[in-house]
């Protein structure tokens, strides 16, 4: 029994509690087979029950969670500079180089959208067409933000017990950590458990002059105006960079080696592309960039290649951001040390986020095939603290995550895309229900609703359960997460064509989706309530 007591004491009390209601034959067989498997991770002969290898979304919601359900934490967290010497504090991606500067300089972007608007709607703007952004002032009031938001995670990590340690981790063995603290010495960590939770980082071309360009890593805190921009990449997030960066001035021009928004709807992600080019930002397709080097003018010449045409050509850039994917942290990790195997720079998790080392764990973007967003981190590090210390069973389950891409006309969508959807079930079992419309609030400033476009994708079976919703709009987050919500509980277009709308939104026009792709019908309304 003692054996019991010396860890977390609820677990142990719900253990003994359905210990001694059982028999004593069935008592030594639960002992002997509990013993070899959950509970032995529980025993306190290590100095910690928990370390957490990365203190960004997954890494912290997991050793919080880990410490209210009793156990002892550690969380290692440290940051390698940029090449160009860009570092930043805890928290991890989101926080400092991600989502948040990311939507911080998108609501910039929006907000001289709406100045220009706020004329039309009879605000008096002296000047209007004078006004610009203040890039220094703007980086600064970014900066500030993330400064406090990384001054309250330190009080709230001391506020919770999970003690941090601003060290670059590594495995000695499978239970020992050690970290490579700032002055260059080194501590060695001992746990019951570890979860690696480190995350990803740009990756860079293997072109000559790569180092040369920056990335999201470097952007958020530029001491500089960009400028004109070259965005290498037509993913995520180099569509939503050259989406703000266009929308405060700059001059942005995105280079796409195949397809954009890969892994995305298709056809929504040839709106977006189209409604940003309707902005003005450029698309250089099928091109991919061959070298980088210093102009004599303190510009960047980039040459490349378009692989449709054979033909090779060449601009002159200020910045030069490569947003190519991200890598995983795998290398610093010392994975030799404990075999834990890897896949392509990710680290491979059965449904439980369990390496193929008992007691390793690992969540968040250093996982291999899972979407890397700061929600599903958080919720799977959550749902893993549970697993290893409150005894809960819930996996994560990755299906339907919503999701939304910056962009200037933003992109929302839960579920399949329409042609992952035909993949799984044939052309002719899927019904795709679809619409343009119109935003009230873009009529008076005239702005182009050609792009205002939103789909439902459904089984063509008698309840039409939706598989997957997509929307091009204003505040598409705010439209889409509602909606996730109703698709993971099983929402069918008879539940969605009967939910009353409300008036005026946007929201509402998935309510009003009347007209079939299989129809041939126009679905471009004549007015924004028809
Ligand atoms: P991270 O947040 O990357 O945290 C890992 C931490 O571990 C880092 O602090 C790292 O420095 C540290 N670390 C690494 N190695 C070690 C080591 N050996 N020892 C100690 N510490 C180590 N997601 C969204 O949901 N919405 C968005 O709008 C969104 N926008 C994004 C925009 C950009 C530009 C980027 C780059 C990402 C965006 N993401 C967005 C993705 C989101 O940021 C990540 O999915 C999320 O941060 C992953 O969390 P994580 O805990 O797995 O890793
Ligand atoms: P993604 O979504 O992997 O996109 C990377 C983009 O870069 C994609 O368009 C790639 O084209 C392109 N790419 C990749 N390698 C190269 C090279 N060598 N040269 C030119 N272009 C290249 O990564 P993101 O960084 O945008 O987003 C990653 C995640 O972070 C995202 O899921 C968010 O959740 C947050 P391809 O389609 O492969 O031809």
Not at 464 to 472: C, E, R, T
Not at 482 to 489: C, D, E, H, R
Not at 502 to 515: D, G, N, Q
């Amino acid at each position: 029994m003692s054996y019991f007591l010396c860890w977390n004491s609820k677990v142990a009390l719900k253990v003994v509690n359905s210990v001694t209601s059982m028999g004593a034959a069935n008592t030594n067989r639960f002992w002997s087979r509990y013993m070899s498997g959950r509970a032995k991770k529980l025993v306190h002969q290590y100095e910690y029950d928990l370390i957490v290898l990365g203190g960004g979304s997954g890494g912290l919601a997991c050793a919080k969670e880990a410490v209210v359900n009793g156990a002892k934490v550690a969380c290692l967290d440290y940051v390698i500079p940029t090449p160009i010497g860009t570092k930043w504090g805890i928290g991890g991606t989101c926080v400092n180089v991600g989502c948040i500067p990311k939507k911080l300089m998108h609501q910039a972007a929006l907000l001289g959208e709406s100045i220009h608007e706020a004329e039309s709607y009879g605000w008096e703007i002296p000047d209007s067409q004078k006004i610009k952004p203040d890039w220094g002032k703007l980086v600064q009031s970014v900066q500030n933000h993330i400064k406090s938001v990384n001054w309250v995670t330190r009080v709230d990590l001391r506020d919770k017990n999970v003690e941090y340690v601003n060290g670059l981790g590594s495995f000695v063995d499978p239970h020992t950590i050690s970290a490579k603290l700032k002055n260059g010495s080194e501590r060695l960590l001992t746990g019951q458990n570890i979860v690696i939770a480190v995350g990803g980082r740009p990756r860079y071309p293997e072109i000559p002059g790569a180092d040369l360009g920056i990335t999201s890593d470097d952007l958020f805190s530029l001491d500089h105006a960009p400028g004109k921009t070259l965005v290498v990449g037509a993913g995520y997030i180099g569509l939503e960079c050259a989406g703000f960066l266009n929308g405060l001035g700059y001059d942005a021009t995105v280079m796409v080696r195949s397809i954009v928004l890969r892994g995305f709807d298709q056809q929504m992600a040839n709106i977006v592309a189209d409604a940003m080019v309707e902005r003005g930002i450029k698309f250089l397709h099928k091109t991919i960039p061959k070298v980088v080097c210093r102009n004599g003018n303190g510009r960047y010449l980039v040459k490349y290649y378009n692989t449709e045409t054979d033909v090779e050509s060449s601009d002159e850039f200020d910045t030069v951001l490569w947003a190519i994917g991200r890598k995983g942290l795998v290398n610093e990790l010392n994975l030799s040390n404990v075999n834990v195997e890897t896949k392509a720079d990710k680290i491979i998790v059965n449904n439980a986020e369990e390496t193929n080392v008992p007691n390793i764990y690992a969540v968040g973007d250093i996982i291999h095939g899972r979407p890397e967003l700061t929600p599903v981190a958080i919720h799977a590090g959550r749902l893993l603290a549970r697993r290893i210390f409150a005894g809960s069973t819930q996996i994560m389950d990755y299906t339907d995550v919503a999701t939304t891409v910056f962009s200037p006309l933003e992109y929302a969508c839960v579920g399949m895309a329409e042609e992952d959807a035909i993949r799984q079930h044939g052309e002719d079992n899927i019904e795709v229900f679809h619409g343009f419309y119109k935003p009230t609030e873009f009529f008076v400033p005239q702005k182009s609703v050609r792009y205002c476009y939103l789909k439902a994708v459904a089984l063509r079976s008698d309840d039409q359960k939706v598989l997957g919703l997509h929307y091009i709009g204003p505040v598409a987050g705010e439209v889409i997460q509602g909606f996730a919500a109703a698709v993971k509980s099983g929402l069918t277009m008879k539940i969605l064509l009967n939910t009353v709308g409300i008036h005026p939104t946007t929201a509402e026009e998935f309510t009003r989706l009347s007209i079939t792709k299989r129809s041939g019908l126009d679905p471009t309304p004549a007015t924004c309530c028809s």
